[in-house]
């Protein structure tokens, strides 16, 4: 929703203004019918081919609104899901990244047997906190092996 007394008192403002050509308010009004949301998706109405004769205001309009819409929705989506779900997301991906590196790694990088491993689907399908546990202990028992053949 875009609205508020800001909104309407610029909208009137618009309407109001002597130096705003009728072709420009019937353009506005067809859009406002239309609804801007489409403009923000590059639908536009065909009012706006009368605005002007003096086409190179288009583009950068045009680029204007599309920019804007993609924020409208970047933002409406960071509302709605929050960032924190995005945060949780890219944090499973790093650690299933991690998970993929221990099993696709040769034994001397690891220096466990992958044989002790359990089946790699289930170690990715575990939450965020089940993940980091596994590769804690891989860390350990790595860290164990380490110290073992530095003697």
Known sequence: YLGGPEVNNS???FYADNNVTEEAKLAFASQTFL??????????????NEVSLDKNWRNPVLTEL????????SNRCSHLFGLKKDQYRLSCHRLQLQVHLWYDSPL??????????PDRAHIIHCHNKGIAIWLDQQ?????TA?????R
């Open 66 to 73: 599309i920019n804007w819409g993609r924020e409208c929705s």
């Open 139 to 143: 860390h350990a028992i790595r860290e």
């Open 108 to 117: 001397p990088e690891v220096l466990i047997t992958q044989s002790s491993f």
């Open 35 to 48: 609804r801007w949301e489409d403009a923000f998706h590059g639908r536009f109405s065909l009012a706006w």
């Open 146 to 150: 380490l110290a073992l053949s530095n």
């Open 11 to 13: 909208v009137h403002q």
